[in-house]
């Protein structure tokens, strides 16, 4: 099992035929994932590698039954790509774009939570992977391998970090939910998945700074989680007023600091470590507990 992606996800890639976009295909590629088709606009009937390339997400849904797209275009195309996904009812929306406009992202996540059918990763994230099944975006797929243990990141460096930490004892899924101020999926989303999830055993949550994300996440494991959890905030050393990697991660008074998120997951039970490693510590424990 794994959450939101796994071996009978059917992948396209817009934005295929861009360099970033012809990178990152192989790369999914190489790590098992099986991508059916790609869509750029003007270029259908051409072939990256094999894969057919379609003028619209329609086309290659109908051709193809491709369930899952990865966005690779750039920022100013993003909203019509997505919406443009949506439309042609595609149930799983990675969007890898840094930068796009935050009244845009807006506007596609209202068009697909609309829709019914769509859910939203990123912008501005990594993607996710469920180790030896399916890689959708372009976190490195070797390594780690698969487990039981589940991931959510805001950091799409600390997903990695973490992903290789623990690689002996491995991930059910990893999932990098962006950390910009509007994202599809949140830590909540998450969490419920890995809840309902029955491989997976224990969850890490890694947040940073900015907003009341990780707080609202406190409340619902409180509420809805039974598995132990495990957390790391980015940012204990982050100055006030200063925006600080992802555009979401600024810190207004005593708001969204990283003590006060600490704090609220501790308040819930859940352990949390000062650095990645430690916390990489903190679950390799869990998992031995669970074991013994």
């Known amino acids: 099992m794994a959450i939101f992606l796994d071996a009978d996800s059917k992948v396209l890639v817009q934005g295929i035929t861009g360099s970033e976009g012809t990178k990152h295909t192989r790369r999914m590629l190489a790590s098992g994932t099986s991508i059916v088709a790609g869509v750029t606009p003007g270029k259908g009937g051409q072939n990256v590698d094999g894969i057919p390339v379609f003028n619209s997400v329609h086309e290659a849904v109908a051709a193809t039954g491709a369930n899952v797209s990865v966005v690779f ?19 799983l929306v990675v969007v890898i774009t840094e930068g796009v406009p935050v009244h845009d992202t807006a506007a596609f996540f209202q068009y697909a939570q609309n829709s019914g059918t769509t859910r939203i990763i990123g912008p501005n994230c990594p993607g996710l992977i469920s180790p030896g099944q399916s890689n959708a975006g372009i976190i490195p797929g070797d390594i780690t391998k698969s487990g039981r243990i589940g991931l959510v990141s805001k950091s799409g460096t600390l997903t990695y970090q973490m992903m290789y930490e623990l690689r002996d004892i491995g991930f ?19 969490l419920a998945a890995f809840e309902a999830d029955p491989n997976t055993d224990a969850i890490v949550m890694i947040g940073e700074i900015g907003g009341d994300a990780e ?15 495990v957390g790391y905030v980015a940012g204990f050393t982050a100055p006030e007023g200063k925006t600080m990697g992802h555009a979401g991660a600024i810190v207004s008074g005593s708001s969204g600091t990283a003590q006060a998120k600490k704090e609220a997951l501790e308040a819930v039970g859940v352990k949390v470590g000062k650095t990645p490693s430690e916390t990489a510590r903190l679950m390799r424990s869990v998992i031995e507990s669970l074991s013994s």
Not at 172 to 190: N, R
């Open 172 to 190: 059910s899924s990893c999932v990098g939910i962006g950390g910009d101020p509007i994202i599809g999926t949140t830590h909540i989303d998450a």
């Open 215 to 229: 707080e609202r996440a406190a409340a619902f494991i409180r509420d809805h989680v039974t598995k132990p959890v």
């Open 73 to 91: 275009v750039p920022p100013r195309f993003t909203k019509g790509a997505v919406i443009e996904a949506v439309d042609a009812g595609v149930p």
